[in-house]
Each structure stands twice: as C-alpha cells, then as structure tokens.
C-alpha cells in the first residue's frame, strides 16, 4: 500500500529523460532535480519496489505535507511498528538548505542503487530501516534561482536557504517557530532514529578535501554512547570515506582563521538539526562537501557517505540501538546536567589535513591585502583539532517543573516531542523553586525572528506559590528529559527563555509617580532599617544613583511590597522534593 497522495498535476508531470534517472545524472551532475520531479522519482520507486513506502507527516509554511520515504524489507510500514522491530533507523534529512541540494540528488541515486541492487545489499536492509525526508524545506526549494549562492560551484539551479517564511530551518529545532519543525519533530519522535544523517553544502576556507563532517560533540552525547561514536562509528566512517576515494575530516570549523593550524569542532547547540537530536540519545552527522568543488564531486562525495553509512550501521546498529536503550534507562535516574559547554583547550588530537597555502595578495578592487588560497601550493600535513569539551554550567534538576497553563506555546512543543506530563486536578498551593532573573544581554540585530538572550544569570529563591487546577506538572524522570531540562532551564543556551517565550514578564507592567511616591518611600524606608542601609550603602558605592532622586525612589519601589512579584520572575517552577 502506497501513502503518498500528490495533486493530479505533480503526477503528470514526467522528467525527460527515464523514470529512474535522476536529472542530475542525465545533465552530467550539472543540474539537480526539481520538487516535482523528485517526488515522481520517489514515487515510482514506491510503484516498483514493495520495499518502499511514502507516508505523510504534517504540514509545512509553504502549504504541502512534509514526506517519509520509508525502505524496509520487513512488513512494518509505520513508524511505531519500525520502532519493535529491532532494526537500527536510519533518519536522512536533504534540502533543510535548498540551495546546497548534493544530498537530494545522491539520495535518489543511493536509493535506486540500493533497491536494484537487492540481492547484495538485501543483508544490510535486513538489519536497518532507512527513512528518508526528500525535501525539508519545501518552501525553498520552491524557490529556485541560479545566483544566491555566489560562493558555490554548481548546480545551475538551485533552492534558497530560507524557508516560504524566510527561516533558516537549522536554527529552529528549539524555538519551533515554522510548521517544518513541528511536523519535523513528530517524524523525529514517532521513528526515534537511532543515527541521523542531515546533507548539506559548506561555506568556508578552500582546502582540498570534499566531504566533512559536523558530527554529534561526543562529550554532550556523554558516556558509552558518546564514546561509542567518538571510537568505533567515526574511525568506520572516516576508514570507509578514504577507501572510497573521498577522504573526510572533521568540518573545518574555521571562521576569521585561516584552517592550515588546525581548529575547533564546531560545537552543534539544539538548535541544530543534530544538536536537536542529541538531546534524545540520537548520534548524527551533518555532511558537508566543500562549496567550491564540482557538482559532480560534491553528489558523488554524499552518495559515498551515504554507502559508508549503511556499511557502518550494519556491522554496528545492533550495538547502536542497544546502547540507546541502556542509555535511556539510565538517564531516567539522573539528577545533574551540564546545560553549556565550552572547548577544552589542555589537548588536542592531531588529524591530517590537505589543504592550499594562504596568501596575501593585493585586492583589484581596494588596493588593501586580501586573502586568497594558492591551489598551486597544496599541502599535506598535521594539524591540531580540538574536540574535548568540558561543562561551564551544571545544574541539579528538580523531580518535576510546573508549567502554568498559560504557557500554551510552551506545552504545545513539550507534547509535540512526546514529554510525559499530567495536569494538576485541582488548585494547589505548592512549595517549589522559583528563579528571579538577575541579568541577562541581548543581541542587538534580529537572529531568524528573534533578539536572542545570553549570558543569563538567576537567583534561587523558595516560595509557597498557588496553582490553579489544569496547570502542568513535568517529571523529570523520563528518558527524554535532556530535552526538558535544555528548553525549560533558563540559562541554557538555547531554553525557551533565550528564545524570548517570556519576554512579556521582563516589562514591569506597574510603576510610580515620583512626587506621589515620595512620601510614600520615607515611610517604608521608617519602617525598614535594613532597607535604608541598604540605600545608604549603595549611594556611596555609585555616584550615579547617589546624584539621582528618581533612581532611589526606584530603589526603595523595587524592594518594596509594591513590585509585581511576575516582573522578572521566571514563570516556571521546579519542585525539588
């Protein structure tokens, strides 16, 4: 049974060349396929293979479903029966950046090859299900041109990075602000993928290799899982790639530098498509082939990548799967989590790199130094890599948070990520944890709909606070509690806070008249000798408030019984007993 459902017109619609040739070969690998053509691709696929299904998965901003591309061998044709099958999933996601389509091309080709192919890749398909997403972006890849990637060699035409909306779907894993992520995180949740692969295109320094990697910071993964990948499932994928003839390295994660003395992994926060998957236990890798190498060079270096895996996931899926289990056992129990990390700068490992010489040359166009690579001047040689991170922040984690129903936003991404939580059946005054927020910046120019917050500092206090009937409680016992504890703590990174979900409650919504508040404020200063040594002392520590009769009545406002306790009190609350 075939679940793709497509307008009469997209099934009309035939490619000129065979039903099975991409349009990437048939133009040799100088364009890529269109929305429609693909689909059409896939679906004949489906039409000719039992072993594949197309299922739809939610909206996205452009108005057409989101799809799955499922091949398995098995009789399971849901997500949730996939899941007791015992087989490792394998989640591929293309196009989350139209304009850097290798992975839409390769992944049709590795998926015919695969199929046609059945009787020597029948045992690999016996151990893993692959689910493919064709296009996550289907807004963008909508929009196809042929100029906004000036940096990128290839293909004549192509998509455009942002979506229908104008989001940059790799930064919104956790502020979910487009239907793509929603209907992406219920695929992500109902399949549970135990390795994710996510194509994409570099920007960059030139160098010579093709295809590098952004992989899952094995640190943050944490314990055998991380280890696990950082051992056994990344040496396999490098060992594959150089057999191959498209030898990897880590993502040359270079920026302002010059790469020919090594670097930094690059740390992939949740609101990646890959730091998003980590916070379930899900290892991935995003492919990134170098921009100004050949079309050619960059489909075929992912179609590799794409086999590497497959290898890699066959002779390692049981154990992978395994260690996900024993992990999601484990982490049910754990009390403390590291919420940011910073590079540990004690040690590095060495890696081989063959990059160009960078030189300085006079700029036709300033006058000034400019910087270009010399591909006259290749060079191989070792560089250092930094890829050990350590905490920077730690926290205890309550038994539950309460999130008051207000929060709608909130508890709508936490159920669309499958989190376990229970209304309150009654109204309740409970003693929990609140946190005052103490400080915090802002970034000055709009971060993809957004004024991001960072460097976010809080203050502990303990209340008796009532809840009104139908507000939510969270256990943090839950195997997917990285996720719950990321988003809802807020001095992490990439929280709901940081995002601006609470933005309303850093507006004081009350305030004074300062001649009517004035005699008021001698009387509470009367009434509270710690107050008034306290003004006192901060007077003498700061001319500016010593020199200012408004910032003082402020003072004396904000430590009074007259500040509205939701100003700058964050609204959820943890229980810790």
Same mark, same amino acid.
Request: charged share 25%; aromatic share 12%; proline share 5%.
């Given at each position: 049974?075939?679940?793709?459902? +497509?307008?009469?017109?997209?099934?009309?619609?035939?490619?000129?060349?065979?039903?099975?040739?991409?349009?990437?070969?048939?133009?040799?690998?100088?364009?890529?396929?269109?929305?429609?053509?693909?689909?059409?691709?896939?679906?004949?696929?489906?039409?000719?293979?039992?072993?594949?299904?197309?299922?739809?998965?939610?909206?996205?901003?452009?108005?057409?479903?989101?799809?799955?591309?499922?091949?398995?061998?098995?009789?399971?044709?849901?997500?949730?029966?996939?899941?007791?099958?015992?087989?490792?999933?394998?989640?591929?996601?293309?196009?989350?950046?139209?304009?850097?389509?290798?992975?839409?091309?390769?992944?049709?080709?590795?998926?015919?090859?695969?199929?046609?192919?059945?009787?020597?890749?029948?045992?690999?398909?016996?151990?893993?299900?692959?689910?493919?997403?064709?296009?996550?972006?289907?807004?963008?890849?909508?929009?196809?041109?042929?100029?906004?990637?000036?940096?990128?060699?290839?293909?004549?035409?192509?998509?455009?990075?942002?979506?229908?909306?104008?989001?940059?779907?790799?930064?919104?894993?956790?502020?979910?602000?487009?239907?793509?992520?929603?209907?992406?995180?219920?695929?992500?949740?109902?399949?549970?993928?135990?390795? +994710?692969?996510?194509?994409?295109?570099?920007?960059?320094?030139?160098?010579?290799?093709?295809?590098?990697?952004?992989?899952?910071?094995?640190?943050?993964?944490?314990?055998?899982?991380?280890?696990?990948?950082?051992?056994?499932?990344?040496?396999?994928?490098?060992?594959?790639?150089?057999?191959?003839?498209?030898?990897?390295?880590?993502?040359?994660?270079?920026?302002?530098?010059?790469?020919?003395?090594?670097?930094?992994?690059?740390?992939?926060?949740?609101?990646?498509?890959?730091?998003?998957?980590?916070?379930?236990?899900?290892?991935?890798?995003?492919?990134?082939?170098?921009?100004?190498?050949?079309?050619?060079?960059?489909?075929?270096?992912?179609?590799?990548?794409?086999?590497?895996?497959?290898?890699?996931?066959?002779?390692?899926?049981?154990?992978?799967?395994?260690?996900?289990?024993?992990?999601?056992?484990?982490?049910?129990?754990?009390?403390?989590?590291?919420?940011?990390?910073?590079?540990?700068?004690?040690?590095?490992?060495?890696?081989?790199?063959?990059?160009?010489?960078?030189?300085?040359?006079?700029?036709?166009?300033?006058?000034?130094?400019? +910087?270009?690579?010399?591909?006259?001047?290749?060079?191989?040689?070792?560089?250092?890599?930094?890829?050990?991170?350590?905490?920077?922040?730690?926290?205890?984690?309550?038994?539950?948070?309460?999130?008051?129903?207000?929060?709608?936003?909130?508890?709508?991404?936490?159920?669309?990520?499958?989190?376990?939580?229970?209304?309150?059946?009654?109204?309740?005054?409970?003693?929990?944890?609140?946190?005052?927020?103490?400080?915090?910046?802002?970034?000055?120019?709009?971060?993809?709909?957004?004024?991001?917050?960072?460097?976010?500092?809080?203050?502990?206090?303990?209340?008796?606070?009532?809840?009104?009937?139908?507000?939510?409680?969270?256990?943090?016992?839950?195997?997917?509690?990285?996720?719950?504890?990321?988003?809802?703590?807020?001095?992490?990174?990439?929280?709901?806070?940081?995002?601006?979900?609470?933005?309303?409650?850093?507006?004081?919504?009350?305030?004074?008249?300062?001649?009517?508040?004035?005699?008021?404020?001698?009387?509470? +200063?009367?009434?509270?000798?710690?107050?008034?040594?306290?003004?006192?002392?901060?007077?003498?520590?700061?001319?500016?408030?010593?020199?200012?009769?408004?910032?003082?009545?402020?003072?004396?406002?904000?430590?009074?019984?007259?500040?509205?306790?939701?100003?700058?009190?964050?609204?959820?609350?943890?229980?810790?007993?």
């Amino acid at each position: 049974m075939k679940y793709l459902l +497509l307008c009469a017109s997209l099934l009309l619609i035939a490619p000129v060349y065979g039903q099975l040739t991409t349009r990437c070969e048939a133009s040799n690998y100088t364009e890529t396929a269109t929305y429609e053509e693909a689909m059409t691709f896939y679906q004949t696929l489906a039409d000719t293979y039992d072993e594949v299904s197309i299922l739809e998965h939610g909206q996205t901003d452009i108005g057409i479903p989101l799809h799955v591309v499922l091949i398995n061998t098995g009789a399971e044709r849901t997500p949730e029966a996939l899941q007791n099958a015992g087989k490792a999933i394998w989640l591929i996601n293309n196009a989350i950046h139209p304009g850097e389509p290798d992975g839409v091309s390769a992944c049709q080709m590795f998926a015919r090859d695969l199929l046609q192919n059945m009787e020597s890749n029948g045992s690999a398909l016996d151990k893993v299900a692959i689910a493919i997403i064709p296009f996550y972006n289907i807004g963008g890849t909508l929009n196809r041109n042929s100029t906004t990637r000036v940096n990128q060699n290839g293909p004549e035409e192509y998509g455009f990075r942002g979506n229908s909306r104008h989001y940059d779907l790799n930064r919104d894993f956790i502020k979910s602000d487009t239907r793509n992520t929603k209907s992406f995180h219920e695929i992500f949740q109902r399949y549970d993928p135990d390795f +994710l692969l996510d194509t994409h295109t570099s920007n960059g320094s030139d160098y010579q290799h093709v295809m590098t990697l952004v992989y899952s910071q094995k640190d943050k993964l944490g314990g055998e899982l991380g280890k696990f990948l950082d051992e056994v499932l990344l040496p396999q994928t490098y060992a594959g790639m150089k057999e191959r003839k498209f030898e990897a390295i880590p993502y040359v994660n270079s920026w302002g530098k010059t790469p020919d003395h090594g670097w930094t992994q690059f740390l992939e926060l949740p609101r990646y498509s890959t730091g998003y998957a980590a916070l379930f236990h899900t290892p991935g890798y995003m492919s990134e082939t170098h921009m100004l190498k050949s079309f050619e060079q960059r489909v075929k270096s992912t179609y590799e990548l794409m086999w590497t895996m497959l290898d890699m996931l066959e002779d390692n899926g049981e154990e992978l799967v395994r260690l996900r289990e024993a992990t999601k056992s484990k982490i049910v129990n754990q009390s403390n989590f590291e919420i940011s990390w910073s590079v540990d700068t004690t040690g590095y490992k060495s890696i081989l790199f063959s990059g160009y010489e960078p030189v300085y040359v006079e700029s036709g166009i300033s006058g000034l130094q400019r +910087l270009k690579y010399d591909q006259g001047q290749p060079f191989t040689k070792e560089v250092k890599f930094m890829d050990d991170y350590r905490a920077d922040k730690t926290i205890e984690a309550p038994k539950f948070y309460i999130v008051p129903q207000q929060w709608r936003r909130v508890l709508e991404l936490l159920s669309t990520n499958q989190i376990e939580m229970s209304p309150l059946q009654c109204d309740s005054i409970i003693e929990v944890e609140t946190y005052e927020i103490t400080d915090f910046k802002t970034v000055r120019n709009p971060y993809e709909g957004h004024y991001r917050h960072y460097g976010v500092e809080v203050e502990a206090t303990r209340a008796a606070i009532k809840f009104r009937k139908g507000d939510v409680l969270i256990p943090v016992n839950q195997w997917r509690n990285r996720y719950i504890v990321e988003t809802l703590e807020p001095e992490a990174p990439d929280s709901f806070f940081a995002w601006n979900f609470f933005d309303a409650l850093l507006q004081q919504k009350e305030h004074f008249s300062s001649y009517v508040f004035e005699d008021h404020a001698l009387k509470i +200063l009367e009434q509270n000798p710690e107050l008034r040594r306290a003004l006192a002392e901060a007077k003498a520590n700061d001319p500016k408030l010593a020199e200012s009769a408004n910032m003082q009545l402020e003072f004396i406002f904000q430590r009074s019984e007259h500040r509205e306790p939701e100003y700058m009190r964050y609204p959820i609350f943890r229980i810790m007993k």
